[in-house]
């Protein structure tokens, strides 16, 4: 008999891609150009949403993002860390690219281009919340789109569920600890109380309720599991509805800006993949597991990012543009690296064996 995990696994790689995952790119779009819209046109509306706080937290961005990320989490199988073994060389070097280069790179390049090469060219006052926002968006490893691209590269299905369990697992406790430092290493006051309270509600609450109703789920039978994540993508486009609203004036009055802001995001994506990509082909892992570590290693938790971005720094704040940015080229960017993944796989062939 199959492990649970494994036959998780194995529904998902032969499921079809559904109607929402086929034109991704389109409903992204689509919700950034209506956010962009509406908050353009009803700035006092999302200006009174912005107000809704209690204790620094918006609560229909809290609201919003659980509803986002709760669904997308129900994807993930913790029992499938015991696989670990299994893939070690593609599990360490996925962890040694979202946990030991990753957010220590995009420090680096938000301090070359943000403190230096574009310093002149971006408002004095928003430098360190920009560095701020560019630091939240690479400290967290993206968990649920990391399916999508897993299947668009025909990666193997056990070694992405395991990945992005241990990459959750590890994120509850190292995400606050790295952008701490981080934060503190640029010379950014930390306001600690916040950002453990970013991690609790916006990482541990919805990997608690999406366990608890993964399990409920599974006892109703497989194909309520398979079904559920589908009939909620229209809470995740709403959030990407509001989140592009807030910042929808600051998109169109500062188009200079957004550009320079996704310089660094850019050469972050594609060093953090190329990299991962070749260390796969380096210590002869086969594609199957190269192609979703590379795309783990690239794509970004965002709504993490952003819904931290706005606790810690507040809608209007560069912190939060700056992540809004990493939002709007991920899906184009990623599916780029996809192409690149699925067009370099000859020059995997001939790499057998265990991973």
Known sequence: MSAPCETTAARAADAPLGFFERYLTLWVFLCIAAGIGLGHLFPAAFQAVGRMEVARVNLAVAALIWLMIVPMLLKVDFGALHEVRRHWKGIGMTLLIN?????????????????????????????????????????????????????????????????????????????????????????????????LLSVVLYIVIPVLAAQAWRAWLLKRGGSALEHTPARLHVPSLATLVLLFGFQGEQILAQPSVIALLAVPILIQVYFNSGLAYLLHRRFKVTHSVAGPSALIGASNFFELAVAAAISLFGFQSGAALATVVGVLIEVPVMLSVVNIVNRSRGWYKGIPGPT
Do not use: E
């Open 99 to 195: 946990w030991g280069v990753k957010p220590f790179s995009m420090a680096l390049l938000a301090w070359i281009f943000i403190r230096h090469v574009f310093a002149g060219s971006l408002p004095a006052g928003q430098l360190d919340a920009y560095v701020a926002g560019l630091i939240l968006l690479a400290a967290a490893p993206c968990t649920a789109m990391v399916f999508v691209w897993s299947r668009l590269t025909n990666g193997d299905p056990n070694f992405t569920l395991t990945q992005v369990a241990l990459n959750d697992t590890i994120m509850i406790f190292a995400f606050a600890p790295i952008v701490g430092l981080l934060l503190g290493l640029s010379a950014i006051t930390v306001p600690w109380d916040t950002l």
